[in-house]
């Protein structure tokens, strides 16, 4: 049986995932998920790519958003300012409305990257639609590259480590969504799934940056998985690995809710077929 293995959600765009048991599906995509993100002096996104540090960024939620760091002093915040700045923040050419989180994140974040930048907070008034628009407006994203969920299953991450001299933890590619029970790369030919209550298309193929390179423990960007996953996941001039989803309907996902393949891709590549 295919059943949803892993749930992960990641409340500042490229700081650290939590790791849940069930999480509620909303209109932008998991609950929490990036509805908060960093940009520099300019009002642009800030991310792993080019700061990889951001992985030692833990954050944990409840009546406060609270972030942690090495060396650095627990900062506690409201979730939502209580007397929100708004600005114009940038996001893979997407503008978006956003309230800045204030001064005392905005210095502590800061110190820790060494470099001039704030957080900021996707109000429920933005508007960003899915995929820059190509969906259509009513279907809308928070601060994620440009879909709601990543989905990759366990046998993609164990085909690639048999490849691999020293193995790698599925956090270096930040799903959002685990799933077992299947053959490697079987994701990559789903077109439409249901997770327990909620169905999902599956969207697109997710063509990987340089930031499944970062050690999601350190901090420290590393050379592979990305040169070994381009001997056999390369096509079109990206490397895919995950495919992306967007929901139908909304409700609750938990660990164990069962998978059902609804539709598979009309044609699907025969590297991804093939893995």
């Known amino acids: 049986m295919i059943a949803l293995s892993g749930l992960y959600i990641y409340p500042v765009k490229?700081?650290?995932?939590?790791?849940?048991?069930?999480?509620?599906?909303?209109?932008?995509?998991?609950?929490?998920?990036?509805?908060?993100?960093?940009?520099?002096?300019?009002?642009?996104?800030?991310?792993?790519?080019?700061?990889?540090?951001?992985?030692?960024?833990?954050?944990?939620?409840?009546?406060?958003?609270?972030?942690e760091a090495p060396h650095q002093p627990p900062l506690r915040l409201s979730l939502v300012p209580e007397q929100p700045t708004e600005m114009t923040v940038e996001i893979w050419g997407d503008l978006c409305r956003a309230w800045s989180m204030g001064s005392d994140a905005a210095n502590w974040l800061s110190q820790f990257l060494e470099t001039p930048c704030q957080l900021v907070y996707m109000p429920d008034q933005a508007q960003r639609p899915v995929a820059h628009g190509k969906l259509g407006t009513d279907k809308l994203v928070s601060f994620a590259d440009a879909y709601p969920f990543l989905l990759i299953s366990e046998a993609s991450l164990a085909d690639l480590n048999s490849r691999l001299t020293t193995p790698i933890p599925m956090n270096r590619f930040r799903p959002n969504l685990v799933v077992m029970g299947c053959d490697a790369f079987a994701e990559d030919t789903w077109a439409k799934i249901r997770i327990g209550d909620i169905v999902f298309s599956v969207a697109k193929g997710c063509d990987r940056c340089s930031i499944p390179g970062v050690d999601q423990a350190t901090g420290v960007a590393t050379k592979e998985p990305l040169p070994t996953l381009a001997t056999y996941r390369r096509w079109q001039g990206k490397i895919w690995f995950g495919q992306n989803l967007v929901q139908e309907n909304l409700g609750e996902l938990r660990i164990g809710d069962p998978i059902e393949v609804l539709a598979h891709k009309e044609t699907a590549s025969a590297q991804a077929v093939s893995g």
């Not at 509620?24 to 998920?33: F, N, P, T, W």
């Not at 908060?36 to 960024?57: C, E, N, T, Y």
């Open 14 to 67: 490229s700081a650290a995932g939590t790791q849940t048991t069930q999480a509620q599906v909303v209109h932008r995509g998991l609950e929490h998920d990036r509805r908060w993100m960093l940009v520099d002096a300019k009002g642009r996104f800030m991310s792993q790519r080019k700061h990889p540090r951001m992985a030692l960024i833990w954050v944990t939620l409840g009546n406060q958003i609270c972030l």
